[in-house]
């Protein structure tokens, strides 16, 4: 079993950066992918970035440019680092851990006021 606990949303202003955290535990195989997916009021949950094991990055276009995503040394860690936030990115954001399963953290908000 895996557990993802999150940390770093809040409410900032239009410009303004967050550094959101996720923290793994249990069993974590080698082989993995960790990534930070969104999901606003009234919408589907969009992957927003994303980091395998071996170090491959996806990034949302919406996000490219102003959001990094990054994984700690010991590899159960993963964080993502949102620069020049808009209102657009108002979400609840979700870690999650693809490891011969998939699995989510609780969920942390951001909100983006204008």
């Not at 606003?40 to 996806?58: D, F």
Request: proline residues 2%; aromatic residues 10%; hydrophobic residues 35%.
């Amino acid at each position: 079993q895996v557990q993802l606990v999150e940390s770093g949303g809040g409410l900032v202003q239009a410009g303004e950066s967050l550094r959101l955290s996720c923290a793994a535990s249990g069993t974590i195989f080698s082989a993995n992918v960790m990534g930070w997916y969104r999901q606003a009021p009234g919408k589907q949950r969009e992957l927003v970035a994303s980091i395998t094991s071996g170090g491959s990055i996806y990034y949302a276009d919406s996000v490219k440019g102003r959001f990094t995503i990054s994984r700690g040394n010991a590899g159960n860690t993963v964080y993502l680092q949102m620069n020049g936030l808009k209102p657009e990115d108002t979400a609840i954001y979700y870690c999650n851990l693809r490891n011969r399963g998939n699995f989510w953290g609780q969920g942390t908000q951001v909100t983006v006021s204008s």
